[in-house]
């Protein structure tokens, strides 16, 4: 039984892993045939947005996979590194290749004009994905209980996949041509952001009541609107917050998270 318990989290870091896996292939084929449609895939679900919610899937699995560790207590060594190569396929190249296929399947014209920009910005992402995922498994992760450092892979990888559901929902290239230069940029202000040395304060229950009913009504909401596919537009709403919020709060800590830090690595 000891050893059972430890399958539950890996179960769902697999099942994120071959989501993510899943997805690129869905991407591959939008890219060959956008124009494919069926009962479930028609204009305003094509094959690209399909692929788009299958790894807000593998976020909601991942988080899953964490809140079954804990509860479990079924941590280990093992799954934290199988997570880490789950998140790199799922957060690091999925969500960098859903903005490159969207952006080639849907605005080729513009692709073509500025293909330097878009797979410069895919390959700058995914890099900094990696970079984070490594850097995080090299350090201390009870150094901070309960902050990030830098943005979280899972986070920067929502932040995108939720992006490019809503471009597709409201067409927003085509009405507003200048907005294709958006996604590409938000790889790049997202990757920068991995890889940085500011704080995030992690979602972990409070001392405030309100608080912590707000946490889970949101978070029971988002997993509600995942799982349907429905309403990419609040889970972005939350993830803005969360990040405007989360990392004001860790700037205003910030010397506080390094005495704390420095005074954890210190002998007796």
């Not at 059972?4 to 045939?33: D, E, Q, R, W």
Request: net charge positive; aromatic share 14%; hydrophobic share 55%.
């Amino acid at each position: 039984m000891n050893k059972a318990k430890y399958l539950v989290p890996n179960f769902f870091t697999g099942l994120s892993f071959a989501m993510g896996l899943c997805a690129i292939i869905i991407m591959v084929h939008g890219i060959i045939n956008p124009s494919y449609s069926s009962f479930f895939i028609t204009a305003h679900r094509s094959l690209i947005i399909i692929a788009g919610w299958l790894l807000v899937w593998c976020v909601l699995f991942d988080k899953l996979d964490g809140f079954a560790a804990k509860a479990l207590n079924a941590s280990s060594e093992f799954g934290a590194q199988f997570d880490s190569m789950a998140d790199l396929v799922s957060f690091g190249i999925a969500p960098s290749m859903l903005v490159f296929s969207f952006v080639y399947s849907t605005q080729g014209t513009w692709y073509s004009s500025n293909k330097a920009l878009v797979i410069g910005s895919v390959l700058f992402f995914s890099l900094c994905a990696a970079i984070r995922l490594a850097r995080f498994n090299a350090i201390d992760v009870e150094e901070l209980a309960v902050w990030f450092r830098g943005l979280p892979s899972t986070i920067a990888g929502a932040l995108i996949i939720c992006s490019v559901l809503i471009y597709a929902k409201y067409d927003l290239i085509t009405q507003y041509p200048a907005a294709a230069y958006f996604l590409p940029g938000l790889l790049v202000f997202s990757g920068i952001l991995m890889v940085s040395t500011l704080y995030l304060s992690k979602l972990v229950p409070r001392k405030s009541k309100a608080i912590n009913v707000f946490q889970i009504i949101n978070i029971a909401g988002a997993f509600i609107c995942g799982f349907a596919t429905l309403f990419p537009e609040y889970l972005m709403g939350m993830i803005v917050l969360y990040l405007s919020v989360g990392f004001i709060y860790g700037f205003m800590k910030r010397n506080l998270i390094t005495a704390d830090a420095h005074s954890a690595k210190q002998p007796g």
